[in-house]
């Protein structure tokens, strides 16, 4: 292969090319994340039961549906919450590699089996499942600091106009609002209730009975009469919208035609539907969104899309109104792919460096460094064709390889460079009995480190989703360096490097003079330290086998961990007051 490559130049030139733009557009398209993804699929159920307590909650709906979630395809497990604002949450986790869409029917299916037995109340107010992570990807809120609009007026417009067109953004898996819209309130007086006998059954019934609508049919629909030119749809009633319309429903008509009217046993307000959460932002008050990833979504593209759909419509908010991210996750992933991406630029510059000193000619050192770029470019290729991010362990792989890149392609240079030196042939004659010599040397050094680190992608569960990707873009990228080793480096040996006269040596002056001289002072010295070790081996096998001693000590007591914790600069503080405590006590704490 290499001598195909070294007589026609020209088509390395262009496969290598043809790689880097290749591997240029898959960046464009890759997704970007801070790990990838190790968290088992999970399908949310959410259940509201307006007034209830936990306890209620829990035997009422929770473990009924809890019940009829057995015989799912690939369940890992489940957990639940029922809190005292009559909000149930069931979370289901399934194995890792479970096709998320499947699960969700799988779950839907078996939710219908539980709906009949549910209140009827809960039944009305819906049963939702949905895909998403557990943790919150991140907030924005809605607030007025000049006091146009209160917290009901901001969750009523954020429920109204916002909170669907975030649902729909690719990657939201849910996106529940922290604060409350508008909501007829009816606030019942007992003892009128107890003068006019009634009970709040009553009372509701009489809402359900008359807040409807109800279709009247229409006028000269068939059979109609002859000769009938236009027909009539009739439009009744619609549903109540003031508080006078509620205040004027009828509850009870005496003997006597005298009537009970709604407003004599209770007050009706426009309100608030839920009063249970309230929030602030910067001390104003405002209402919150959060928004939960979906498993298959990708936290920066999802953040990016939710930043542009809350920027359009903030072109129609109303006037006063300002937004805020009190919390966004992706600013973290954004900030540590950086650094790695610093990190990988500062490796290849110091390649360069390290290359140019030894090599101490601008030519032998370029062809090593146009080696990395095309490699990296030819494993974002690889990335992309098997579904990976670009995340910090994938950047880790390629900084990692970025020594073993150049290595392949600086023995090649070298072996060329020593051919012309000793030999005097020309630089293409030289590439081809290089490549003839070192073709298998290289075959096997990369054969050695792709079966170091191909075990490590076959690893299960979480351990190996994390480091799968390490793994095998480090591989590609090994393997990448191989094939240009064998194709681009000669080619451009053959092309780039100037004829050597058979045992010239080129003296150096200045400081590469200065350096050499070093450093054949320090190899002279090494190697008789290295002599004087091999008369007395024992004494050295000794001291290796107390370091290899001290190495499994210090591995049985260090600490493990999943993944390392890391400082993404907030808190989130929780206060928790006895039970009981009023909202009014918990915000003046």
Known sequence: ???????????????????????????????????????????????????????????????????????????????????????????????????????????????????????????????????????????????????????????????????DPIRRVPGVGEANMFGTENAMRIWMNPQKLYSYNLTANDVINAIGAQNIQIPLGQLGDRPSVKGQQLNLTLQGQSTLKTPEEFDNIILRVNQDGSRVYLRDVARVALGGLDYSTRARTNGFPSAAVAIKLSPEGNAVSTADAVHAKVAQLSKFFPPG?????????????????????????IAIFLVFCVMYLFLQSMRTTIIPTVVVPVALMGTFTVMKAFGFSINVLTLFGMVLAIGILVDDAIVVVENVERIMRTEGLSPRDAAHKAMEQITGALIGISLVLTAVFIPMAFFGGSVGAIYKQFSLSLIASMLFSIFLAMSLTPALCAMILKPIPKGHHDEKKGFFGLFNRWFSASTTKYQSIVGRMLNTTGRYFIIYAVIIAAVAILYMRLPSSFLPEEDQGYFITNIQLPVGATQERTLAV
């Open 1 to 163: 292969m290499a001598k195909f490559f070294i007589d026609r130049p020209i088509f390395a030139i262009v496969v290598s090319l043809l790689i880097l733009i290749i591997g240029i557009v898959s960046i464009t398209q890759l997704p970007v994340a801070q790990y990838p993804s190790v968290a088992p699929p999970s399908i949310s159920i959410n259940a509201t039961y307006a007034g209830a307590s936990a306890e209620v909650l829990q035997n009422t709906v929770t473990s009924i549906i809890e019940q009829q979630l057995s015989g799912i395809d690939n369940l890992l497990y489940m957990t639940s919450t029922s809190s005292a604002i009559g909000l149930a949450t069931i979370q289901i986790f399934f194995e890792p590699g479970t096709n998320p869409d499947v699960a969700q029917v799988q779950v839907q299916n078996k939710l219908q089996l539980a709906i009949p037995s549910l209140p009827l109340i809960v039944q009305q107010a819906g049963v939702t499942v949905v895909k998403s992570t557990r943790n919150y990807l991140m907030f924005f809120t809605l607030s007025t600091p000049n006091g146009s609009m209160d917290e009901i007026a901001l969750g009523n417009y954020i429920a109204s106009s916002v909170l």
């Open 321 to 345: 109104v300002k937004v805020d991210y009190p919390l966004d996750q992706s600013a973290f992933v954004r900030i540590s792919i950086q650094e790695v991406i610093k990190t990988l630029s």
